[in-house]
């Protein structure tokens, strides 16, 4: 893996974190697993609250598949299109067998989707979100009717960020159905440890 100041800060400029999730991508899962991420599984038991089917889903921000691979154990028929700004991670989530597209492609840009999605999900990389006016207009124009947003984020950057605010500027395009309370991140990471928190919510388009 290569060797940067601290995950805590975030990685850098587009080029820069594509070259660095490239880099970790043949261990990243191992490293994920040794840091006691949890953050995929937690998210796929948040959306059995909704109780409601899911028949297709755009994964943003995929990687090598974590996500992909414990909403496939809940919902078995579920077809899952993926979008990575890594073509490393991109690959090794194509071994799996998770997916039927993976894009290669910022979640910042225009995905040429060819129907839209009952979920859309982003798990573990809104850190690494710049724009996020863009990307919830993009994640309202891929969603149907009714389509769930999924994500999770950083506490100290949801409050550095005012996400708050932003949700209240979107409330025309989404309500709020789900909001948990602080959950660990990666917990047996030195940097982060028990200090940094995530929070995960769930979106439902209006």
Request: net charge positive; hydrophobic share 35%; proline share 2%.
């Amino acid at each position: 893996m290569p060797k940067i100041k601290s995950l805590l800060d975030g990685i850098g400029n587009e080029n820069v974190t594509e070259k660095y999730y490239d880099d970790w991508a043949i261990n990243y899962d191992q490293t994920l697993k040794k840091w006691n991420y949890k953050a995929p599984k937690k998210a796929v038991k948040i959306l059995g609250k909704v109780k409601r089917k899911f028949d297709n889903i755009l994964d943003l921000a995929c990687g090598t598949g974590m996500f992909a691979e414990e909403i496939k154990k809940k919902y078995k028929k579920i077809i899952i299109d993926g979008c990575d700004i890594s073509e490393q991670s991109l690959q090794i989530a194509k071994q799996k067998k998770l997916y039927r597209k993976l894009y290669k492609k910022s979640f910042e840009k225009k995905i040429k989707i060819t129907s839209k999605y009952d979920l859309i999900s982003m798990i573990g990389s809104m850190t690494y979100c710049q724009k996020p006016n863009i990307l919830f207009s993009l994640v309202n124009t891929y969603l149907k009717k009714n389509g769930i947003f999924i994500f999770s984020h950083r506490i100290d950057l949801w409050e550095k960020q005012n996400f708050d605010a932003l949700l209240e500027k979107f409330k025309k395009n989404f309500t709020i159905k789900y909001r948990s309370r602080p959950l660990k991140y990666l917990p047996e990471n030195t940097d982060f440890s028990n200090k940094i928190k995530i929070r995960i919510i769930v979106l439902k388009k209006i």
